[in-house]
Nanobody, 120 residues
């Protein structure tokens, strides 16, 4: 019913920047929360940034001050601007959204992931 498609992952040098996008499509009534997670090899998936309608963004300590989450509600799209990238930011980045598909039906949806590699 609802799909999330991430884009923007790439190979970047340390200190560089990338912007990830997450576009939601389908039978969307409204989107409550959009968030970004990441999973590095051998590690658990971790929440790094989230943005709920009407609230301020939240960030993991590891990315605070370097990453910025934003949303374009008209396009049902979330973004993650990543600056000052470090090798330890290398991971698959996943978009997650809490979506109302009808007035009383709420779904949690995941994207397929996009790979970010930070290396010289």
């Amino acid at each position: 019913q609802v799909q999330l498609v991430e884009s923007g992952g790439d190979l970047v040098q340390p200190g560089g920047s990338l912007r990830l996008s997450c576009a939601a499509s389908g039978s969307i009534f409204s989107i409550n929360t959009m968030a970004w997670y990441r999973q590095a090899p051998g590690n658990q998936r971790e929440l790094i940034a989230s943005l709920t309608s009407g609230s301020r963004p939240n960030y993991a300590d590891s990315v605070k001050g370097r990453f910025t989450i934003s949303r374009d509600n008209g396009k049902n799209t979330a973004y993650l601007q990543m600056n000052g990238l470090k090798p330890e930011d290398t991971a698959v980045y996943y978009c997650n959204a809490g979506v109302w598909v009808e007035a009383l039906k709420y779904l949690e949806v995941w994207g397929q992931g996009t790979l970010v590699t930070v290396s010289s």
